[in-house]
């Protein structure tokens, strides 16, 4: 079995898919399909019934593309408050958001446009007035 620690999680180790071999500079290893392996770590955090560590919320986060800010706009917190969260723990809630980002980003290819939106909402400072107009459909929210 290979520890595979470049993930950037402690407790992560592989039963196959890998081939080790010898290099110039010592022993090397080779891992097949590298972006299947991220996955199944990503979902596996994601449907994981214990508290989210710290690293486990840096490895999603970075599985999606983001970078401290990023997260923190779309979130509504500071860059500095992700990262305390990767240092340490994430709250419950932040927690969960990821975890739901995380699942919607292998599932759901849309997921990159939420995020977003989601950070644009916050952006803008105007309180405009909601208006909506009734069709043979139903409700509908009218720009």
Known sequence: MYHYRS???PN???KNGYTEHTTDYGPGVSIE???GLHKAI???ITESPT???GAEFRFLRKELNLSQKRLGDAMGVEDQTVAGWEKKQPTSMAGRLIRIL???HYEND???ELLEKLADLD???SHENLCFEESSDGWHYAA
Do not use: W
């Open 123 to 125: 952006s803008k400072e």
């Open 102 to 104: 995380a699942k919607g």
């Open 33 to 35: 399909d590298i972006e």
């Open 110 to 112: 849309k997921i990159n």
């Open 51 to 53: 508290k989210m560590t």
């Open 42 to 44: 990503a979902l596996a």
């Open 12 to 14: 992560v180790y592989l």
């Open 7 to 9: 993930c950037g999680l």
